[in-house]
């Protein structure tokens, strides 16, 4: 089917692009389809889609990937990073049985130790006698 002088027809773009100039071909003079249309790859990072402790990145046209929730967060990077409460019963944490274990972003910490009981190492981690 030769295109005619005049003949137009409208164009779109594929997912993950952008439109721009005008979606109409024209057919010129010369039988060559004119336009100023163009489809651009739509960046999906931009709009920040995964948790802000995680890093977006983008992958195929209309595809992007969330990283994983750090250490001390459970969820997904695109469902969001929840704090892990490392002191809920259950849960390992390294505080001696006589102090307590205070959940932080994150994380956690022990309280300091009570009156008469030093620190331990690494190696030997809670409370001495003093």
Same mark, same amino acid.
């Given at each position: 089917?030769?295109? !005619?002088?005049?003949?137009?027809?409208?164009?779109?773009?594929?997912?993950?692009?952008? @439109?721009?100039?005008t979606?109409?071909?024209?057919?010129?003079?010369?039988?060559?389809?004119?336009?100023?249309?163009?489809?651009t790859?739509?960046?999906?990072?931009?709009?920040?889609?995964?948790?802000?402790?995680?890093?977006?990145?983008?992958?195929?046209?209309?595809?992007?990937?969330?990283?994983?929730?750090?250490s001390?967060?459970?969820?997904?990077?695109?469902?969001?990073?929840?704090?892990?409460?490392?002191? @809920?019963?259950?849960?390992?944490?390294?505080?001696?049985?006589? !102090?307590?274990?205070?959940?932080t972003?994150?994380?956690?910490?022990?309280?300091?130790?009570? !009156?008469?009981?030093?620190?331990?190492?690494l190696?030997?981690?809670?409370?001495?006698?003093?």
């Open positions: 089917d030769k295109n !005619s002088y005049s003949q137009t027809c409208s164009v779109g773009c594929s997912n993950g692009y952008k @439109a721009g100039g979606p109409t071909l024209t057919c010129g003079e010369d039988g060559l389809w004119a336009s100023d249309f163009t489809c790859d739509v960046d999906e990072c931009a709009s920040s889609p995964c948790d802000s402790r995680t890093k977006c990145t983008q992958g195929s046209p209309g595809t992007f990937r969330c990283s994983s929730c750090p001390g967060y459970s969820g997904t990077g695109l469902t969001g990073c929840k704090d892990r409460n490392e002191c @809920a019963p259950g849960e390992v944490n390294r505080c001696d049985i006589r !102090s307590s274990c205070i959940n972003d994150g994380g956690y910490r022990c309280s300091p130790c009570p !009156s008469g009981y030093s620190e331990g190492d190696n030997n981690p809670g409370f001495r006698r003093r």
